[in-house]
C-alpha cells in the first residue's frame, strides 16, 4: 500500500519537524510519508526547506546547551544559617569527557588541539627528498618493469 503523500500545511511540517529534531525519517513517519516525498517537497518549495534546516539547526542548539550543562555541572545550592547561598555539592558534577570534547572542538584557536607529528628517526624526514633525476626515474621504472 502506497503512503499518502498530501504535503501538509507549513505550519504543521515545521511543527512535526522541530518535534523531530530535523531527522528525516522521523519527520516522514509522523507524516505518513516516504523520505523521498520530504526531498521533493524541500525541493519544490523553499520555505519548507528552511522550515527543516531551521529544525536541525534548532536541536544541534538543544546539543550546545546540554553540552554547556554536561561541562559546567549542576552545583547543589543551600542557605546558610545567615540566609547566603553556598555550594553543597553536586546534583551532577561536571563531564571530563564533554570539557575534553570542548575544547578539541569549539579550543583549537587557544591550542586545545591534538597534533601528531610524524618522522623518521632523530627528526629526519620519512620520504627521502627526489634524488632521481627525471630520466633516471623513467629508467628505473623500465627496469623493474622488466623485473616483474
Known amino acids: ?31 505518513g510519508v516516504e523520505r523521498s516525498t520530504i526531498y521533493t517537497w524541500c ?12 529544525s536541525r539547526e534548532r536541536f544541534v542548539d538543544l546539543a550546545e546547551s546540554n553540552l554547556r550543562k554536561l561541562v559546567a555541572g ?13 555550594f553543597a555539592g553536586w546534583i551532577e ?6 570539557i575534553i ?12 588541539v591534538e597534533r601528531q607529528e610524524v618522522t623518521g628517526a632523530d627528526g629526519a624526514e620519512l620520504i627521502p627528498p627526489r634524488t632521481l633525476s627525471p630520466e633516471e626515474a ?3 621504472g623500465l627496469k623493474l618493469n622488466e623485473e616483474y
Open 101 to 112: 570534547f570542548t575544547l578539541k572542538t569549539r579550543g583549537k584557536k587557544r591550542g586545545y
Open 138 to 140: 623513467r629508467q628505473y
Open 1 to 31: 500500500m502506497a503512503m499518502p503523500s498530501k504535503k501538509p500545511k507549513l505550519d504543521t511540517f515545521r511543527k512535526v519537524a522541530n518535534a523531530c529534531g530535523g531527522i528525516l525519517s522521523d519527520i516522514a513517519a509522523n507524516l
Open 43 to 54: 525541493n519544490d518549495d523553499e520555505q519548507f526547506a528552511q522550515a527543516l534546516e531551521d
Open 93 to 98: 558534577r561536571p563531564s571530563e569527557t564533554a
Open 74 to 86: 549542576v552545583p547543589a545550592i543551600e542557605k546558610d544559617e545567615n540566609g547566603e547561598k553556598r
